[in-house]
């Protein structure tokens, strides 16, 4: 069985897949946020900052992502990566952004199937890499899922992470498993299962629910709970020695943008998308969420969590 770490865009860079795998464990492969291919036919190494080797730990496996509508971009962005040693490469069709659908790019190309099969006739003829594919139900429909997933039957993918949400759901209301299930059962390549596995519960009762599902990807709630993967995979850490661990986690994470961040506003704001994830299981009443929200100076910030892990000895589950 296979976990997996979902792409959070900004959140679950480099350094950040780095001391998770440190401190956490329990996951086998992370998906890197998107890089977005565009007609430049030019090496610019800032574009591929987060997925240079030298930025990544080599014991973990990586699996970088493109969001492309276009085979040609896509070619060159791949052989590039391709170049560096990466032996599989990822598709995004399933990013729900409006910014990014309105272009027919993410889950926004998933209404344009003609455009799907151009894309992989172009992309499948390079041997470099391994290609996957992200998408989510359809954009607006399961009907469009049903024919993306018909279309890419025809294709020579590694596998298929399905996101149990239409596009225009974004993250809101509820999986749909029966929707899941109609699109498994289709496709005839390997399915990794994504969406709303939150807890080891959550897990249970969607691996139950699809026996022959062997992968599974999690996105937020590896983030709110990073020993998750590990609970999942029967590696269990005492809640004694949690929050000792997340603080570890935090530090290496503020450190971390200290010293590639400038000024104290961009360093808070920094810091507050990690909390928006990781206060779950140490600030349930999300009082000092709403403290940090508010700061701006890092004698603030730093005043502010020296309290909560003062006042939050416990993990609460």
């Known amino acids: 069985m296979k976990l997996s770490l ?13 001391i998770y795998s440190e401190i956490f464990g329990g996951v086998d492969s992370y998906y890197t946020p998107f890089i977005a291919t565009s007609s430049l036919r030019k090496i610019v190494p800032s574009i591929y900052k987060d997925i240079i080797p030298q930025n990544n730990n080599n014991n973990i496996d990586i699996i970088p992502q493109l969001l492309s509508n276009n085979g040609s971009d ?3 962005f791949a052989s590039t990566i391709a170049d560096m040693g990466y032996k599989e490469i990822n598709w995004n069709i399933g ?27 172009e992309v499948c003829t ?9 998408l989510r139900l359809g954009l607006n429909s399961l009907d469009e899922g049903i ?19 239409t596009g225009i759901q974004k993250y809101e209301g509820t999986v749909n498993l029966e929707s899941f299930e109609i699109l498994n059962s289709l496709s005839k390549h390997e399915v ?10 959550d897990f249970i009762k969607i691996k139950n ?35 000792a661990k997340i603080k570890e986690f935090h530090d290496f994470i503020f450190n971390h943008y200290k010293k590639v961040l400038y000024g104290d506003k961009h360093l808070c704001d920094k810091m507050k998308e990690f909390w928006i994830y990781t206060s779950v299981h140490i600030d349930p009443s999300g009082k000092f969420l709403k403290k940090l929200k508010k700061c701006n100076t890092t ?17 609460i589950e």
Not at 126 to 134: A, E, G, H, R
Not at 299 to 315: A, C, E, G, P, Q
Request: charged share 20%; proline share 6%.
């Open 126 to 134: 390079n041997k470099q890499y391994d290609l996957t594919v992200k």
């Open 6 to 18: 979902a792409p959070i865009q900004g959140i679950t860079l480099a350094h950040y897949r780095n």
């Open 299 to 315: 004698s603030v910030y730093l005043d502010i969590i020296d309290k909560m892990f003062d006042t939050s000895n416990l993990w």
């Open 209 to 243: 629910r699809f026996p022959m599902v062997n992968s599974f990807m999690i996105g937020r709630g590896a983030l709110r709970d990073p020993f998750l993967p590990s609970t999942i995979k029967g590696i269990i850490t005492p809640t004694s020695e949690k929050i």
């Open 95 to 121: 990013c729900p952004s409006h910014t990014v659908t309105k272009k027919k790019k993410g889950s926004g190309i998933l209404a344009y199937p003609d455009m799907v099969n151009k894309f992989l006739d």
């Open 74 to 76: 896509f070619n060159f």
């Open 192 to 201: 990794t299962y994504n969406g709303d596995i939150f807890t080891n519960e």
């Open 147 to 165: 024919n993306i997933i018909e279309l890419l039957n025809n294709y020579p993918l590694k596998s298929v992470i399905i996101h149990a949400r």
